[in-house]
């Protein structure tokens, strides 16, 4: 279900379609930036990596408990100008995952990653 997710994500980003991913985040995603923020650094990010040519899961976990579902799924990804990693958090609500929180950096030249966020803080 994440991956679905995530290729839908990366559907939109390449497209532009920025307002799609807000539209399907939750309400604490809102909270931390406005539309125009998450526009601005999606934006920016694509402009630096350009779109995304592939991506591949390396860690998937959830966190469950009565009130709430989170999936954690992470990814390396490969784009047009460069190779990064990707790190999504989902929560389930009413059976539909929503994106609760979003980071994305550079794959440094050691392997290490440079764990930016693209999130609002």
Request: glycine share 6%; charged share 35%; no cysteine.
């Amino acid at each position: 279900m994440a991956q679905i997710e995530v290729k839908q994500f990366h559907k939109r980003f390449n497209e532009g379609r920025y307002s799609a991913i807000y539209k399907t985040s939750t309400k604490e995603f809102k909270a931390a930036g406005s539309f125009e923020d998450v526009a601005y650094l999606l934006g920016s990010t694509r402009d630096r990596y350009g779109k995304v040519v592939r991506s591949k899961m390396t860690s998937f976990r959830s966190k469950e408990n009565p009130d709430v579902t989170l999936i954690v799924a992470e990814f390396e990804t490969t784009y047009e100008r460069m190779e990064g990693w990707e790190r999504f958090e989902f929560r389930l609500v009413k059976d539909k995952l929503l994106l609760n929180a979003y980071a994305v950096g550079p794959k440094a030249p050691t392997g290490e990653s440079d764990k930016s966020k693209t999130k609002p803080e």
